[in-house]
């Protein structure tokens, strides 16, 4: 009888260590984000993975789906899906961006803004940057688009002087439209957010239909918060994984609480068995 309840007692604590072991783990990484969260959260930050340049046009290329984060939200009562990632050339790294607004019909004269702010901050006269697409004959085969890189002054977004971004808009055969954007790390303008690695940052989404150059809707999507996940080693333009490898941990925490279940059966087994 003593045998048996030393072996039952041993056998429980080893149970409960197993358990509090992969609670502990997954708690921990609940708070990396880039598997478990979608970006609401400023402690939760979506985090932006490295990726193939796409060519900017409007069109989501292979790159978006095999390499990009994604994020859903909805915007007006409107479905849109904001794909997000970094990459770079020989010169510079970028953060790149597109936004697919997933409704069939759309206004001639429909246009996106992205709005960036310099930290986490998301009161709305924090995001001092801003990059517009704004097209026009949107639905037909006539249709163009125009950037426009903006700074907020008081309450409004002015132009520019410089465009310090890539973009493109377009739609495709399904009906939904998509805003591209390339914006590099760094500007000479002082009006541009500059982007670091190791800074969360807030970003919105203003969606709507302007048929003139000052009507714009001003009721942005609440603020969505990314960091970036990846860096360029100095020197060189490659850009590198981080110190975390979100993918390979979530393996490994799969494989310890299949081995913990695998285990705690085989402990129960052997007792009724004893």
């Avoid at 901050?121 to 163009?144: P, T």
């Amino acid at each position: 009888m003593f045998r048996f309840g030393s072996t039952k007692k041993k056998n429980l604590s080893i149970i409960f260590l197993i358990l509090t072991l992969n609670a502990l783990l997954l708690s921990n990484l609940s708070t990396f984000g880039n598997a478990w969260g979608n970006g609401y959260d400023i402690n939760d930050p979506l985090i932006t993975p490295g990726g193939d340049m796409p060519e900017i046009d409007g069109i989501k290329d292979d790159s978006w789906d095999n390499n990009a984060n994604t994020s859903d939200h909805l915007l007006d009562g409107t479905p849109i899906k904001l794909f997000i990632m970094v990459s770079s050339n020989s010169s510079s790294n970028y953060l790149l961006i597109l936004v697919e607004i997933e409704v069939g019909n759309h206004d001639d004269n429909e246009y996106l803004r992205l709005l960036l702010s310099n930290s986490t901050e998301s009161a709305d006269d924090f995001f001092y940057d801003a990059k517009l697409i704004q097209n026009r004959q949107f639905d037909s085969e006539n249709k163009s688009y125009t950037l426009f890189d903006q700074y907020l002054s008081e309450e409004a977004y002015l132009n520019d002087n410089l465009l310090d971004f890539e973009g493109a808009s377009n739609i495709s055969d399904s009906g939904h439209s998509f805003y591209e954007f390339k914006i590099p790390y760094s500007s000479e303008d002082e009006n541009d957010t500059e982007i670091h690695t190791s800074t969360p940052y807030a970003i919105k989404i203003q969606w709507g239909n302007s048929e003139s150059e000052n009507d714009y809707n001003e009721n942005p999507s609440e603020a969505l918060y990314i960091q970036i996940g990846l860096k360029a080693i100095e020197g060189d333009p490659e850009i590198t994984e981080g110190l975390l490898d979100i993918d390979m941990v979530s393996n490994i925490t799969f494989i310890v609480v299949i081995i913990a279940f695998a285990v705690i059966f085989v402990m129960v087994y052997r007792n009724k068995t004893v």
